[in-house]
């Protein structure tokens, strides 16, 4: 099946700094790509879906501006998290869908675990 | 809008026996349905999928689950429990085949010897 990776896996940051999640996958070209986040005992909830070469589409409730996300190529999402604060702390999932593929074919990453001081 | 309940954040049975997770959706439209399972330090991974036609659906590691329309459900079922089952499982509904998947809390099952 389709690999997903997605970097770092964990990472602490102090109040106020930035941090970027990295996302790749690893053996197709993916024009949409999504973003979740989790929070301890709850649902994955879906935060914007983006697709290659243009604006992400945010979920409602979402800040645009606090959770930028770029979809630069076919192959790689980025989601920074901007003047991180403790609230922001959770765990990050990126997943990414064939292009030619419906909703079940979307294909997860591992996460990214965020703790913000 | 669409949800799903997913009854019971943790469950527990014996080496062979029934495992029976549960999962009630909302959806205006038909709907999409997906369980997914969560290995730990790992991605989710689909274990099977309801989209139309047959109703039992029969997915990998022996697990299958029923779209009954009538009690908006899709159980997920596994008729002897493994160790290696041992894992987070998702419900998700989709509606209508849409982009947007809609998770359920998640149910932990934990395999005792």
């Known amino acids: 099946g389709a690999v997903v990776s997605q970097h770092p896996s964990r990472v602490i940051c102090k109040s106020g700094t930035s941090v970027k999640i990295e996302c790749r996958s690893l053996?197709?070209?993916?024009?949409?790509m999504f973003w979740y986040r989790q929070f301890p005992k709850q649902s994955l909830m879906l935060m914007a879906t983006?697709?290659?070469?243009?604006?992400?589409?945010?979920e409602q409730g979402v800040e645009k501006d606090k959770f930028l996300i770029n979809h630069a190529s076919l192959t790689l999402s980025t989601l920074t998290v901007t003047s991180a604060h403790p609230e922001d702390s959770s765990f990050y999932i990126c997943?990414?869908?064939?292009?030619?593929?419906?909703?079940?074919?979307?294909?997860f990453g591992p996460g990214t675990r965020l703790t913000v001081l | 809008a669409q949800s799903v309940t997913q009854l019971g954040s943790h469950v527990s049975v014996s080496e062979g026996a029934l495992v029976l997770l549960r999962c009630n959706y909302s959806?205006?439209?038909?709907?999409?349905l997906f369980w997914y399972v969560q290995y730990p330090n790992q991605g989710l991974q689909l274990l099977l999928k309801?989209?139309?036609?047959?109703?039992l659906v029969k997915g990998i590691n022996g697990f299958e689950a029923e779209f009954k329309k009538s009690e908006t459900s899709f159980h997920l079922t596994k008729p002897s429990a493994h160790m290696s089952d041992a894992a987070e499982y998702f419900c998700?509904?989709?509606?209508?085949?849409?982009?947007?998947?809609?998770f359920g809390t998640g149910t932990q099952l934990k395999v005792e010897l």
């Open positions: 309801y989209t139309t036609g047959a109703t």
């Open positions: 959806s205006s439209v038909p709907p999409y």
């Open positions: 053996d197709f070209q993916a024009t949409t």
């Open positions: 997943s990414e869908r064939k292009t030619s593929g419906g909703p079940d074919t979307q294909y």
């Open positions: 998700a509904v989709s509606e209508g085949g849409g982009n947007k998947l809609t």
């Open positions: 983006s697709n290659e070469g243009s604006k992400a589409t945010y």
